[in-house]
């Protein structure tokens, strides 16, 4: 049975400081329930991590910012506290001391954060007992506190490291009709607590059995909690320690449904009264609904059965297969991803090859704008090569480079290539070619017939436009008039029987010609007197007169 009595004692100001009103002293210490790292965790394994690194104090910030890591862009990344007094009790060996609060009953972030502070500050200094010879200064100076036994005091030993450390008197002897005998102290720093303080250690025990279990699964990382709890359970009368034919049986006072079974080939843990187990553990391994929490270091774990499982083991965790390897999905070691389909509301790839399947996204930007596609799927590239067709409706750029640019694959097309232009006809017959020729040093057209033979060209040599038929050609106006300017020179003469009315006209100025005198022929004119009807008139001779003409 527990006995539950009222605190006694209380603060008067009393302080045990050396070279003032300690005598002699003697030191004890225990570092066994010492935190300086406090975690914590409140329902269904939340904690602090994520939440805004403002939440806490300035002295708390500052010694989480002297661990790289643990603030990142103004959030939590650890769950933990650290002590001040860290720095004073950290060895070679062990940085901080850790320990773990796990309050299920919690579920606001601010809560848990004064109940890690509170955790922390009752265990961040180590349990002391120290036994005082002390000078009675109040037996001189009355406005001196006198001892009481519970009174809570103040130790101060710079040497030591004590700078008013919080302590109660838990034993007293003292001499009060004799100013020669000094009383005797024994202080200790474990036992600051009131009645509330012990109803809520009671509490507590039984709230770590109740911690393994959260949202109707078992959460694994309490054990060790659940079993210092049990035993702090049997000590305080809460559970009943039971033997029978099964073995050891640990069966809650309030609910005798609840049990914990100890036999030789096993641990059970029921509530029905032992006749179904919810959890049970022995030598093959444990069997339970769920586990909750860090499980630790571990070969292997398999779920499932065949090829249907999914699989955790030294070469990573696979599902779908058997065979880590034939697994549709893996991950090793490494981190290398092997998945079937992968769906994700958000990813940022640093490094990727795509093969096969499809990209369905908004936008695809890479290089900073080198390469763009947006929603609509307008596409930007700085620049590009192409080996395949490419088929628009319109085409806009300032320079197109390649091997061959038609406008239709057969028929009736224009097709460039680097041999030039080359122009066919609906039967796909070449018409008009246009390039030049390198080895003639020559540029110009060449027209064909229906049959692709050559009818002519006209290409440009030095200071000359040459026009060439292949078996004749013809210059002409339909309606208009055909003008040749400039010199005209028939190097190989003309035909003047093909020019209309020419040879008609040549040969009746030889008519013309022929019938003139020959030359050096001459004979006389007599023309006779007449004045034109006028007497006034000179008159030739009376008989008129004879001429004699000549031809050159």
Not at 325 to 333: G, K, L, Y
Request: charged residues 15%; aromatic residues 6%; negative net charge.
């Amino acid at each position: 049975m527990i006995h539950l009595r009222k605190k006694i004692g209380q603060d008067r100001g009393l302080q045990y400081r050396i070279r003032k009103n300690i005598v002699s002293s003697t030191f004890n210490d225990d570092a066994n329930t010492l935190v300086t790292r406090m975690f914590a965790q409140m329902k269904d394994g939340r904690t602090l991590i994520g939440q805004p690194a403002s939440m806490l104090t300035a002295e708390e910030r500052s010694l989480l910012n002297s661990v790289p890591g643990a603030i990142v862009n103004g959030n939590l990344a650890v769950n933990y506290l650290i002590s001040p007094y860290a720095a004073y009790w950290a060895t070679d060996v062990n940085a901080f001391y850790d320990g773990e609060i796990i309050e299920q009953n919690i579920t606001s972030y601010t809560e848990l954060l004064e109940a890690q502070r509170k955790a922390l500050r009752e265990q961040e200094v180590p349990a002391l007992e120290i036994s005082v010879s002390a000078a009675d200064i109040h037996k001189l100076d009355s406005a001196e506190p006198a001892p009481g036994l519970g009174d809570t005091v103040k130790c101060v030993d710079p040497a030591l490291g004590m700078d008013g450390i919080s302590a109660r008197i838990t034993e007293l002897v003292e001499y009060p009709y004799s100013n020669e005998q000094q009383s005797q102290v024994t202080i200790t720093n474990v036992m600051l607590r009131d009645m509330t303080d012990i109803i809520a250690d009671l509490e507590k025990s039984k709230n770590i059995v109740s911690n393994l279990i959260s949202n109707g699964t078992i959460r694994t990382d309490v054990f060790e909690a659940f079993a210092k709890a049990a035993v702090n359970d049997v000590h305080n009368s809460k559970t009943e320690v039971k033997y029978d034919t099964r073995g050891i049986v640990l069966q809650d006072k309030t609910d005798a449904r609840n049990q914990v079974i100890m036999t030789s080939n096993g641990i059970i843990f029921s509530k029905d009264g032992g006749v179904t187990a919810m959890t049970a553990i022995n030598a093959n391994g444990i069997a339970a609904p769920a586990i909750v929490g860090q499980l630790g270091s571990f070969v292997s774990l398999l779920i499932g059965a065949g090829n249907n499982v999914t699989q955790i083991n030294t070469n990573g965790i696979a599902a779908g297969h058997a065979l880590f390897n034939s697994a549709p999905f893996r991950v090793d070691m490494q981190g290398n991803v092997t998945a079937n389909r992968l769906t994700a509301n958000s990813a940022n790839i640093f490094s990727s090859n795509f093969t096969n399947g499809a990209i369905v996204g908004s936008s695809i930007n890479v290089g900073n704008g080198v390469f763009t596609v947006n929603s609509s799927g307008h596409m930007v590239a700085q620049s590009g090569e192409f080996r395949g067709n490419i088929s628009a409706s319109t085409i806009s750029g300032g320079t197109i480079t390649g091997s061959t640019i038609r406008t239709a694959i057969s028929g009736e097309r224009i097709e460039l290539d680097p041999n030039g232009f080359v122009f066919y006809d609906s039967a796909g017959a070449r018409r008009v070619t246009l390039g030049t020729n390198a080895a003639a040093n020559i540029s110009g057209h060449t027209y064909y017939n229906g049959s692709s033979q050559s009818q002519g060209l006209v290409y440009a040599v030095s200071n000359e436009l040459h026009v060439m038929g292949t078996q004749s050609l013809r210059l002409g106006a339909l309606n208009g008039v055909t003008t040749l300017q400039g010199s005209v020179n028939f190097a190989n003469g003309i035909d003047i029987g093909q020019v209309t009315g020419l040879q008609a006209q040549i040969n009746a100025l030889w008519n013309a010609v022929n019938a003139k005198s020959p030359s050096g022929h001459t004979h006389t004119v007599n023309i006779g007197t007449h004045n034109h009807g006028n007497s006034a008139n000179q008159s030739w001779p009376a008989n008129g007169g004879t001429f004699t003409t000549s031809s050159a």
